[in-house]
């Protein structure tokens, strides 16, 4: 779960031979990798695709090697050669075309430290050489790169940055005075070979636009003048749970189009699609999507006459037309992914031609061009390779929302009662959409499947993909109606499927990791969970993660932990241990700076005190993503053998019937599997009373306190976060609670 916090910066609402692909095309198709698309642009007269692209081939270090290509819509293909060899130190992104044949790109090396900007020639001939030239260089990161008129060129710059810039990026080491040196990410504009940075020294941009004109930029929404920097005010959304993403101002420089909504990573961008006049000093922006049952994912003026959207129609990826005033018209539908870069759905437009990789869960992805709609494949860079799964969406009813989730199940289909597996994404604003990332050869859900377990993906509220209302509906509920939904969306597939009850599991990282941490408090139904980089603790999480006091009033939930914790406590996991038996897979990276190492090492002890099986594995320099294809790989295989010992193996005892054994922490470890010996895990066996989870009330009362007398049911609080609660139960939502010197409880 990343920042909460975010600036949004708008920039001046400003072949070929063709080459074997990156793949030995001649090896069999199982031990292909798949070949990645990670960025996509079209020249201004839509003949030349610039692309970013990789095999996706374990070496050890994060990213794998990163190739630039220059395609046609005919399926011509040249790849550029850089001026270093292609590696973790000389990595291309963000092609942006300067017109249509000059193609500028960013060039990172990060082992010195050091970035520059590229321009190559597209076109055949002499002209340019067909050699990438330097145009500039910088002490420091550089990001987003966008061309501007007559090919002026912006960029995002970091100077001498502590970390590499991203949330998910590992944090630098802690060590020194803090909070004296604090990395910025500028608008710099590149002039006379050299860039300058223009925007304010304290403000940190995350996305810019040209203004038509290139006289200035947008941001949250400010304009920053190219010559000097000043900054004017634009619009401030009134809502303080509203953030900003993705401006694009018209091509008469007249307004600019926004995403805004609730957000809680930057880069998974989604709301509603907005429209602010920029030539009416003091004008409101307007929703042009109003209720809309759907999430918009990205815009762009390029596609055809006037604004287009790509948006996600749980289970379906839409591209819309807007207008203010009218109701979208649907330009296409399919239950498949689109992309163009960063995590979103998205396009590459230009001159009214339009590319974009394609992939669904089973079919990998592949480059098309066209016009929207009658697009065709321009690359079969993964021809033959599938996945041997299936893919079907579900839906169910959870208090008053639809809710949308997927089902994965292996091919062959097998007969009998199955293990079933809930996979909680991450955010809480996204969505699990169809990608191969999924079920690639190397991909956990893939090894799951392979092991017998049928995998379920829900799209709980908070996420992506039912409208703004539907997001928004998890804000200040953290661990209720989302948590309710993803048990609702079980008892659907219960009904509809042959699962085996009694060997379910749950797993997820970030906030899919936080609701694995909070599910084992709630329920019993669980009989192994998993959570990568999860939050046990939002009250300490808030002092831990720099994103969570970065906007204030604190967005998600109204109130710093330092003037009333209790909205922290209610959703935290570490004040509802007490009942806790399901064995937890534990694993964080060191250095996570989003969801940081204590929060898991909290919720470890916790589990080691309460005598609860537990394993905690901490990966050495590694941030909220992992980067090392070896600590990944490790994950897997710990992931993997953790589900099978607590699901299939035979031999192991279902925690929580033995009552009573309480072993002391020495013998549980001598008789541990030895699986968490390496890498400093550690694993107890000891198991707990089956007493009943705070919060839950499975017998139908709740344990007497210590005087004997029946303890009260909690009191439902008002507001609006409790209107769906079904009457007269706190069943998998405990909101009342009273203080003490030792904390909170139910």
Same mark, same amino acid.
């Given at each position: 779960?990343? =920042?909460?916090? #975010?600036?949004?910066?708008?920039?001046?609402? @400003?072949?070929? $031979? &063709?080459?074997? /692909?990156?793949?030995?095309? !001649?090896?069999?198709?199982?031990d292909?990798?798949?070949?990645?698309?990670?960025?996509?642009?079209?020249?201004?007269?839509?003949?030349?695709?610039?692309?970013?692209?990789?095999?996706?081939?374990?070496?050890?270090?994060?990213?794998?090697?990163?190739?630039?290509?220059?395609?046609?819509?005919?399926?011509?293909?040249?790849?550029?050669?850089?001026?270093?060899?292609?590696?973790?130190?000389?990595?291309?992104s963000?092609?942006?075309?300067?017109?249509?044949s000059?193609?500028?790109?960013?060039?990172?090396?990060?082992?010195?430290?050091?970035a520059s900007?590229?321009?190559?020639?597209?076109?055949?001939?002499?002209?340019?050489?067909g050699?990438?030239?330097?145009?500039?260089?910088?002490?420091?990161?550089? =990001?987003?790169? #966008?061309?501007?008129?007559?090919?002026?060129? @912006?960029?995002? $710059? &970091?100077?001498? /940055?502590?970390?590499?810039? !991203?949330?998910?990026?590992?944090?630098?080491?802690?060590?020194?005075?803090?909070?004296?040196?604090?990395?910025?990410?500028?608008?710099?504009?590149?002039?006379?070979?050299?860039?300058?940075?223009?925007?304010?020294?304290?403000?940190?941009?995350?996305?810019?636009?040209?203004?038509?004109?290139?006289?200035?930029?947008?941001?949250?929404?400010?304009?920053?003048?190219?010559?000097?920097?000043?900054?004017?005010?634009?619009?401030?959304?009134?809502?303080?749970?509203?953030?900003?993403?993705?401006?694009?101002?018209?091509?008469?420089?007249r307004?600019?189009?926004y995403?805004?909504?609730?957000?809680?990573?930057?880069?998974?961008?989604?709301?509603?699609?907005?429209?602010?006049?920029?030539?009416?000093?003091?004008?409101?922006?307007?929703?042009?999507?109003?209720?809309?049952? @759907?999430?918009?994912?990205?815009?762009?003026?390029?596609?055809?006459? !006037?604004?287009?959207?790509?948006?996600?129609?749980?289970?379906?990826?839409?591209?819309?037309a807007?207008?203010?005033?009218?109701v979208p018209?649907?330009?296409?539908?399919?239950?498949?992914?689109?992309?163009?870069?960063?995590?979103?759905?998205?396009?590459?437009?230009?001159?009214?031609?339009?590319?974009?990789?394609?992939?669904?869960?089973?079919?990998?992805?592949?480059?098309?061009?066209?016009?929207?709609?009658?697009?065709?494949?321009?690359?079969?860079?993964?021809?033959?390779?599938?996945?041997?799964?299936?893919?079907?969406?579900?839906t169910?009813?959870?208090?008053?929302?639809?809710?949308?989730?997927?089902?994965?199940?292996?091919?062959?289909?097998?007969?009998?009662?199955?293990?079933?597996?809930?996979?909680?994404?991450?955010?809480?604003?996204?969505?699990?959409?169809?990608s191969?990332?999924?079920?690639?050869?190397?991909?956990?859900?893939?090894?799951?499947?392979?092991?017998?377990?049928?995998?379920?993906?829900?799209?709980?509220?908070?996420?992506?993909?039912?409208?703004e209302?539907?997001?928004?509906?998890d804000?200040?509920?953290?661990?209720?109606?989302?948590?309710?939904?993803?048990m609702?969306?079980?008892?659907a597939?219960?009904?509809?499927?042959?699962?085996?009850?009694?060997?379910?599991?749950?797993?997820?990282?970030?906030?899919?990791?936080?609701?694995?941490?909070?599910?084992?408090?709630?329920?019993?139904?669980?009989?192994?969970?998993?959570?990568?980089?999860?939050?046990?603790?939002?009250?300490?999480?808030?002092?831990?993660?720099?994103?969570m006091?970065?906007?204030?009033?604190?967005?998600?939930?109204?109130?710093?932990?330092?003037d009333?914790?209790?909205?922290?406590?209610?959703?935290?996991?570490?004040?509802?241990?007490?009942?806790?038996?399901t064995?937890?897979?534990?694993?964080?990276?060191?250095?996570?700076?989003?969801?940081?190492?204590?929060?898991?090492?909290?919720?470890?002890?916790?589990?080691?005190?309460?005598?609860?099986?537990?394993?905690?594995?901490?990966?050495a320099?590694?941030?909220?993503?992992?980067?090392?294809?070896?600590?990944?790989?490790?994950?897997r295989?710990?992931?993997?053998?953790?589900?099978?010992?607590?699901?299939?193996?035979?031999?192991?005892?279902?925690?929580?019937?033995?009552?009573?054994?309480?072993?002391?922490?020495?013998?549980?470890?001598?008789?541990s599997?030895?699986?968490?010996?390496?890498?400093?895990?550690?694993?107890?066996?000891?198991?707990?009373?089956?007493?009943?989870?705070?919060?839950?009330?499975?017998?139908?009362?709740?344990?007497?306190?210590?005087?004997?007398?029946?303890?009260?049911?909690?009191?439902?609080?008002?507001?609006?976060?409790?209107?769906?609660?079904?009457?007269?139960?706190?069943?998998?939502?405990?909101?009342?609670?009273?203080?003490?010197?030792?904390?909170?409880?139910?």
């Amino acid at each position: 779960m990343a =920042g909460l916090a #975010r600036w949004l910066c708008g920039i001046m609402p @400003a072949i070929v $031979a &063709t080459t074997a /692909p990156v793949h030995a095309a !001649g090896r069999p198709v199982a031990d292909r990798p798949v070949h990645d698309f990670h960025a996509a642009t079209i020249a201004p007269d839509g003949q030349h695709i610039a692309t970013i692209e990789s095999d996706a081939v374990p070496n050890g270090s994060e990213p794998p090697p990163r190739h630039l290509f220059i395609r046609t819509p005919d399926g011509g293909a040249r790849q550029v050669t850089l001026p270093c060899r292609a590696g973790p130190d000389c990595l291309p992104s963000s092609p942006s075309w300067r017109d249509d044949s000059h193609l500028a790109f960013v060039l990172s090396s990060p082992g010195t430290e050091t970035a520059s900007i590229y321009s190559v020639y597209a076109g055949s001939g002499d002209a340019g050489g067909g050699a990438p030239h330097r145009l500039a260089r910088f002490a420091g990161a550089l =990001g987003t790169l #966008r061309s501007g008129p007559h090919g002026a060129l @912006a960029v995002l $710059a &970091t100077a001498h /940055p502590h970390k590499k810039v !991203g949330a998910t990026e590992a944090a630098a080491p802690m060590a020194g005075e803090i909070g004296t040196d604090t990395d910025e990410q500028r608008i710099a504009i590149l002039r006379n070979g050299v860039l300058r940075l223009v925007s304010p020294a304290d403000l940190f941009v995350y996305e810019f636009d040209w203004r038509p004109d290139g006289t200035g930029l947008v941001a949250k929404l400010i304009a920053v003048s190219a010559a000097d920097g000043a900054v004017s005010l634009l619009h401030a959304p009134d809502d303080p749970h509203q953030q900003l993403a993705h401006p694009v101002v018209s091509p008469d420089g007249r307004s600019v189009a926004y995403i805004a909504g609730w957000m809680s990573d930057f880069g998974s961008d989604g709301g509603d699609a907005f429209l602010l006049p920029l030539d009416r000093p003091g004008a409101k922006a307007v929703d042009l999507t109003p209720g809309l049952h @759907a999430t918009i994912t990205s815009l762009d003026w390029g596609c055809r006459p !006037g604004l287009t959207a790509t948006a996600l129609a749980s289970p379906r990826t839409e591209v819309l037309a807007l207008q203010p005033a009218a109701v979208p018209d649907t330009l296409w539908s399919g239950q498949e992914s689109i992309g163009a870069g960063s995590w979103n759905l998205s396009l590459a437009c230009a001159g009214g031609h339009s590319a974009a990789y394609h992939q669904t869960f089973v079919r990998p992805p592949e480059l098309e061009a066209g016009s929207i709609g009658h697009w065709h494949d321009i690359t079969h860079v993964n021809a033959g390779m599938t996945a041997p799964a299936q893919a079907v969406s579900v839906t169910w009813k959870s208090n008053q929302h639809d809710v949308q989730g997927w089902l994965l199940t292996p091919l062959p289909v097998r007969t009998g009662k199955r293990p079933l597996l809930v996979q909680v994404h991450g955010g809480p604003q996204a969505a699990d959409v169809p990608s191969f990332d999924f079920l690639a050869p190397r991909a956990l859900d893939r090894a799951l499947l392979a092991g017998g377990y049928d995998l379920f993906l829900p799209n709980y509220r908070g996420s992506f993909g039912q409208g703004e209302a539907f997001t928004a509906a998890d804000i200040d509920d953290f661990g209720g109606g989302d948590f309710r939904d993803i048990m609702a969306g079980l008892d659907a597939v219960e009904q509809r499927l042959p699962v085996n009850g009694s060997r379910l599991g749950i797993f997820g990282g970030s906030y899919g990791g936080y609701m694995s941490m909070w599910a084992v408090t709630q329920t019993h139904r669980f009989k192994a969970a998993a959570s990568h980089a999860g939050i046990s603790n939002w009250v300490s999480e808030q002092g831990e993660a720099p994103q969570m006091t970065a906007d204030l009033p604190d967005p998600v939930f109204g109130t710093l932990v330092y003037d009333d914790p209790r909205p922290q406590l209610r959703a935290s996991p570490i004040t509802h241990m007490r009942g806790v038996r399901t064995p937890m897979l534990i694993t964080v990276g060191e250095r996570d700076v989003e969801c940081p190492l204590p929060q898991s090492q909290e919720y470890y002890q916790a589990l080691r005190t309460l005598g609860v099986p537990t394993s905690f594995v901490v990966y050495a320099g590694e941030g909220h993503g992992f980067r090392n294809e070896a600590d990944r790989a490790d994950e897997r295989r710990r992931t993997v053998a953790w589900f099978d010992k607590w699901l299939l193996a035979p031999t192991e005892t279902a925690p929580g019937l033995e009552r009573n054994r309480s072993p002391d922490v020495k013998t549980a470890q001598a008789r541990s599997s030895g699986m968490s010996q390496d890498k400093g895990s550690q694993e107890s066996d000891k198991t707990t009373a089956n007493t009943p989870i705070s919060g839950i009330d499975p017998g139908g009362t709740r344990p007497a306190p210590a005087s004997g007398k029946p303890a009260k049911r909690p009191e439902v609080q008002s507001g609006d976060q409790n209107t769906d609660r079904p009457h007269g139960t706190d069943r998998y939502y405990p909101k009342s609670f009273t203080t003490s010197g030792r904390g909170a409880s139910v």
